[in-house]
């Protein structure tokens, strides 16, 4: 039986006959998936047939035409597996909440089930799907290892006070899954069709100017063969390598985590039991439980996880006290995207991330650092480098983006500095730090190539 603290209900109906649906949204996946398991067995329960919906909308954050197309490709191979297993695979097309309640209503389902997701436009299609529905609608926290609403009922202060938090609990909750078994019952009632997949793509009006990249292949293969290679090849020696942006000792699994392509849980599990030396894991594992379910916690109990006002007070007091300081250079929104700004170091992690969807992990600080001490106030940094982050990673629009922001213009998770300009007390970063770190002119060779921005064709 999946852990009844794992799940929760977002109204008050009672399950009613008829088949159950998944509502797939941040979890795309047929392996290794909370929600998938707990609406299979429902359905085993109710004697009922199982289906997947996915609601594809007009338009998520403004997500660029790189993002759908990754997505798509994933959903693809997802919906194609499940199909093998007698589980049908249905895509909406629409606003989600609606397109749901009216697929819900009209095959007569008696449950929906969905998987949990911080962000607020996620959190209000729910609360309004919620509203609309006659019969449950279940959420479950297929994506953090330790449900998000059960470790902690607040916004934490930092690692610190999650970490022992999340540690007390992961005996319980960081267990290997059951399998999951074909699909119960036949449902020709479901109206069920499989999705042109083609046809979708092409139909898609999105803003194509960011093209898809051809460095990282979608889908939950393609996920579970980068982690074995990961564990493999790079895992031995991640401690002291990882904060090398010339090196590749990063997992690069954040797209694959992003779009639900792969378990958290799923990766910390098979990390644990490898060979590699204890540091190594003990590092990783920092960052892909600690560090990243921390920004879970964050976007869940701060809707302002996107904007200036969600930071904490004594940051936001100091970069106010610092709003005026004589910034040496002053860049608008154009110069930034296009990397053409003075310093080759910065313009080399935007060429990065317009070409490769990604940005080291370590440059992506002083990245973040520096638009903050370029922009005319602190409330646009923030805006310029969450429209960058968002527009170009193809891990954007993910709470691990908005808490990395927001821990380097705006403190969050960390703790204030000696005072300078512009910075207040936020912490500070430079171009002879990063020399003193890795090879800076060897960084800059690899992404000295100008930036060269796709008109919307
Ligand atoms: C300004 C800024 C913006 C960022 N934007 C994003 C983003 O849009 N999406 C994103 O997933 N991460 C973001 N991060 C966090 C981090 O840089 C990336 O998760 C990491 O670089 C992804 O590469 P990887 O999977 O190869 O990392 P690995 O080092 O192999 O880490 C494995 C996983 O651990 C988690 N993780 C690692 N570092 C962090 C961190 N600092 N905070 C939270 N989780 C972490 C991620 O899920 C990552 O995939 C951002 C950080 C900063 C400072």
């Known amino acids: 039986m999946i852990d009844p603290r794992r799940t929760r209900i977002l109204n008050s109906c009672s399950d009613k006959p008829g088949a159950v649906i998944y509502w797939m949204s941040r ?6 998936n909370w929600a998938l398991l707990f609406a299979r067995e429902k359905a085993t329960q109710k004697g009922q047939p199982l289906v997947v919906v996915f609601t594809l909308a007009p338009s998520f954050l403004n997500a660029p035409f790189r993002h759908y197309d990754f997505m798509l490709k994933g959903l693809e191979e997802t919906a194609k597996a499940l199909e093998r297993i007698n589980i049908p695979f249905m895509l909406l097309e629409g606003e989600p909440d609606k397109e749901i309640s009216r697929y819900a209503c009209q095959s007569e389902a008696g449950a929906v089930v969905t998987d949990f997701s911080p962000l607020n436009i996620s959190r209000n299609w729910k609360k309004k799907a919620a509203d ?25 202060y930092a690692a610190r006070t999650l970490r022992p938090k999340l540690q007390a609990r992961l005996d319980e909750f960081l267990v290997p899954y059951p399998p999951l078994l074909p699909g119960p019952v036949q449902a020709p009632h479901l109206h069920h069709r499989s999705p042109d997949w083609k046809q979708v793509r092409e139909r898609l009006q999105k803003d194509r100017s960011v093209p898809p990249v051809n460095r990282i292949v979608p889908g939950e293969t393609a996920a579970a063969e980068s982690l074995e290679n990961f564990i493999k090849g790079r895992l031995s020696g991640y401690a002291t390598a990882r904060n090398d942006p010339n090196g590749n000792a990063l997992s690069q699994l954040s797209p694959y985590l992003h779009f639900g392509q792969i378990s958290a849980q799923h990766v910390a ?13 003990a590092a990783f594992l920092e960052e892909l439980i600690i560090r990243r379910e921390l920004s879970d916690n964050f976007c869940n109990y701060n809707p302002d996880y996107d904007r200036f006002e969600g930071i904490p007070a004594w940051a936001k007091q100091t970069l106010l006290l610092h709003g005026q300081d004589k910034r040496e250079y002053l860049y608008t929104i154009d110069v ?70 927001a821990w380097s213009i705006g403190g969050l998770h960390d703790r204030p500095w000696f005072e300078r300009p512009v910075y207040g007390n936020i912490r500070y970063m430079n171009a002879s730090g990063c ?12 992404f000295r ?5 796709f008109p919307n064709a």
């Open 27 to 32: 979890d795309q996946r047929l392996n290794h």
């Open 132 to 156: 609309i529905l006659d019969i449950p609608l279940y959420e479950v926290d297929a994506h953090n290892i330790v449900p998000c609403w059960y470790v902690s009922d607040k916004q934490e």
């Open 269 to 281: 599990l098979r990390v644990a039991e490898s060979h590699a030396p204890q540091e190594d894991k």
């Open 336 to 405: 930034f995207e296009k990397a053409a700004t003075h310093d080759e170091l910065w313009n080399a992690a935007q060429s990065e991330l317009v070409q490769t969807g990604k940005i080291h992990g370590y440059m992506r600080m002083y990245w973040a650092k520096k638009i903050l001490e370029w922009s005319s106030s602190p409330p646009e940094a923030f805006e310029v480098a969450i429209y960058l982050n968002d527009r170009y990673a193809l891990d954007g629009r993910d709470p691990n983006g908005y808490a990395g922001v």
């Open 435 to 446: 020399r003193r770190k890795f090879d800076v002119d060897r960084y800059i060779s690899r």
């Open 449 to 453: 190539e100008p930036v060269t921005l």
